[in-house]
């Protein structure tokens, strides 16, 4: 089934969204929400949401910045938090049913986030390497605030949205495209990396194509990934987490079961023959954890295995 694309507005910025399905079915079964990851945006889920569309609803949202979603304007910048407040008012705009969540890597954040603020709307959580980013050294903050500072100054950052848009560099076609995402990651599929590089690109009026999202978001964050912070919301998760990771990723956290212990329920399990992007490198077998945890059941489907 083919996704309808849409838009939805936030304090004038327009967010695009995904949907597979019927939503009129959303209030009965509930919806799965998918979050996306750094660079990335919302397609990404989209064999997962072709297998899953009979089960449920799947709606997946290109946070601001990425994919088809509005960039922020002149003297504008993206703070991770932003991308919470907007799901919870795209939650909204749908009507406010019952969600699961699927979330990949920044969206396991944005997710766990998500669930703290609204428990009473969660019905379960699926996170794909999404249990944050690695701890880091809050003694240095003023580095990180440092680097930020100087990365604002870069003669492409500086000027108006226009600029930044005017800066890409363009690759020949979506094909280029498609074989670039091919190289940073092996197990990707060529006729699904054409789907996302089309999606994930449009043209450049130099000719050939760019990537959608805004260069803006290649600068490093403010503020250090402050885990002790961010266990406050883990705590305040209640509904139940199948957190997943591949058997080849190079993410594994040092602390991943404390921050799992923290959750009031949860299954780790390992996808075998995945990297850091399961959902690219292993769909069909996703969509099957999916498909059983949106159901209740512990079960973990074959090529997973439980930690």
């Known amino acids: 089934m083919d996704a309808q694309h849409l838009t939805f507005s936030v304090r004038g910025l327009p967010l695009a969204y995904s949907v597979w399905g019927d939503q009129q079915k959303a209030a009965e079964k509930g919806v799965l929400f998918c979050f996306h990851g750094f660079l990335d945006h919302g397609h990404s889920f989209a064999t997962i949401a072709r297998a899953l569309t009979s089960e449920l609803p799947v709606i997946a949202v290109d946070f601001r910045g990425f994919g088809h979603s509005g960039w922020l304007g002149d003297g504008g910048y993206y703070h991770f938090l932003d991308n919470v407040a907007d799901a919870v008012l795209l939650h909204a705009a749908l009507g406010s049913p019952p969600v699961h969540l699927l979330a990949h890597s920044m969206g396991g954040s944005v997710a766990t986030a998500f669930a703290s603020a609204r428990p009473e709307l969660v019905r379960s959580l699926i996170l794909l390497e999404g249990m944050g980013p690695p701890r880091e050294d809050l003694d240095l903050a003023p580095v990180r605030l440092r680097r930020w500072i100087e990365s604002l100054a870069d003669p492409v950052l500086a000027g108006p949205a226009m600029q930044r848009r005017a800066a890409r560099k363009p690759m020949r076609d979506v094909s280029e495209a498609a074989e670039r995402m091919i190289r940073t990651n092996p197990r990707l599929p060529r006729d699904r990396a054409l789907e996302l590089a089309t999606y994930g690109s449009e043209d450049d009026p130099r000719g050939g194509v760019v990537w ?69 490198d292993q769909p069909d077998v996703v969509a099957d954890a999916v498909r059983a945890w949106v159901r209740g059941e512990q079960a973990l489907p074959a090529g997973i295995s439980r930690r």
Do not use: Q
């Not at 998760?237 to 921050?259: F, H, T």
């Open 212 to 280: 959608r999202f805004d260069p803006l978001h290649r600068t490093p964050g403010a503020r250090p990934f402050n885990a002790d912070e961010y266990a406050h919301h883990w705590r305040e998760v209640k509904a139940p987490v199948l957190s997943l990771y591949g058997d080849a990723s190079e993410w594994m956290l040092a602390d991943l079961a404390e921050r799992h212990a923290l959750l009031a329920s949860c299954v780790m399990g390992t996808v075998v023959n995945a990297g850091h992007n399961i959902h690219h």
